[in-house]
């Protein structure tokens, strides 16, 4: 089974930025896709980016396109997604997320989930 630690949240003001990572168990981190969901108070989860096995593709919601960018070290068993220029509406719990096969935006495809982290941007 894989097991997933995010870190790296924190309070931060709007424009700032935040690394996060996440930190996998595992024998074959390789051969999961990663994803990063987030979910703020009275929302539901929403994709954020996701990465394939090997780092060779990428996606990024539209409305984080350009400000955040998910990477993927495999030696290190860690997947980081790096937000720059936050804004409050940023603020949420943000979760990594692991899949067998392709990339993907679909919460529900995902196998594995971190327990998240808070992510907290001030105006």
């Known amino acids: 089974q894989v097991q997933l630690v995010e870190s790296g949240g924190g309070l931060v003001q709007a424009g700032g930025s935040l690394r996060l990572s996440c930190a996998a168990s595992g024998h074959t981190f390789s051969r999961f896709a990663m994803g990063w969901f987030r979910q703020a108070p009275g929302k539901e989860r929403e994709f954020v980016a996701a990465?394939?096995?090997?780092?060779?593709?990428?996606n990024h919601a539209g409305s984080m396109k350009g400000r955040f960018t998910v990477s993927r070290d495999n030696a290190k068993n860690t997947v980081y997604l790096q937000m720059n220029s936050l804004k409050p509406e940023d603020t949420a719990v943000y979760y990594c997320a692991a899949k067998a096969g392709g990339a993907g935006t679909y919460a529900s495809a995902y196998d594995y989930w971190g327990q998240g982290t808070q992510v907290t941007v001030s105006s």
């Open positions: 990465v394939s096995g090997n780092g060779g593709y990428t």
